[in-house]
């Protein structure tokens, strides 16, 4: 079985993956090959209460000399950042175009792999051919909360890309009787375990990933690789 090491913003974005490839690859049994790299976390750590890393982590651990040693360790890496802070220094991806128009969904996702790939090219210029095709990028339009609208709307909201998290607690707590807090996701991993469970089933994450664009490209770039998991 094909081994995923998941490098993104923070355990909670981690948890929600997780879920997400293994309900793609209707695979219950994937879990076990799937490694959390940035930020680390082991077997001890299974709800995710490492702390939050951020983009900036992100960026740096791809400039380290550990994103190599990532690529000797697992067949593929799953690269996982939000959008929210995208016009922020150093992260450096404009929400418009030339014309001043916002990027759609799809667009602002090209700017973000290019963004990447500039710093891939930069950090490891001969050894970044080698691995270009091992890497899936997973960019929240505009936070992975926006993923998870889906499960539970059936209107134009699946499709929303701001004030995610508020969306999201309007229909969460009477279903379980907690709220997210996007300010502050420590020790939150049960309850996104438990808020992306729907997406364990092929079917249903299948149908919903059509309602929000950066989750469908995500679900895109997953088949394109044509892994086998079984």
């Known amino acids: 079985m094909p081994t995923f090491g998941i490098i993104s913003e923070?355990?909670?974005d981690q948890i929600v993956l997780e879920n997400i490839l293994c309900g793609f690859y209707n695979n219950a049994?994937?879990?076990?090959?799937?490694?959390?790299?940035?930020?680390?976390?082991?077997?001890?750590d299974k709800y995710g209460t490492a702390p939050a890393a951020g983009w900036v982590n992100v960026f740096e651990y791809c400039k380290s000399q550990r994103l190599l040693e990532a690529f000797e360790?697992?067949?593929?890496?799953?690269?996982?950042?939000?959008?929210?802070?995208?016009?922020?220094r150093n992260y450096d991806v404009k929400r418009t175009n030339a014309e001043g128009k916002n990027h759609t969904p799809t667009e602002l996702i090209d700017k973000v792999i290019e963004r990447f790939q500039q710093i891939f090219n930069d950090a490891f210029p001969e050894q970044y051919a080698l691995f270009e095709n091992r890497i899936i990028y997973a960019v929240c339009v505009e936070e992975i909360e926006c993923w998870l609208l889906p499960l539970y709307y059936d209107d134009k909201i699946q499709s929303a890309t701001n004030n995610c998290v508020n969306k999201l607690n309007d229909k969460i707590y009477g279903k379980f009787g907690f709220y997210i807090d996007g300010s502050n996701k420590s020790n939150m991993g049960n309850q996104y375990n438990k808020l992306s469970k729907g997406y364990l089933k092929h079917k249903i994450l299948m149908g919903k990933c059509e309602e929000n664009e950066s989750l469908k490209v995500f679900a895109k770039g997953l088949k394109e690789k044509n892994i086998i998991t079984e």
């Open 10 to 12: 923070g355990p909670t």
């Open 29 to 44: 049994d994937l879990n076990e090959s799937i490694r959390f790299l940035q930020p680390f976390r082991d077997e001890t």
């Open 73 to 88: 360790q697992n067949d593929f890496i799953i690269l996982q950042i939000d959008t929210d802070c995208c016009e922020d």
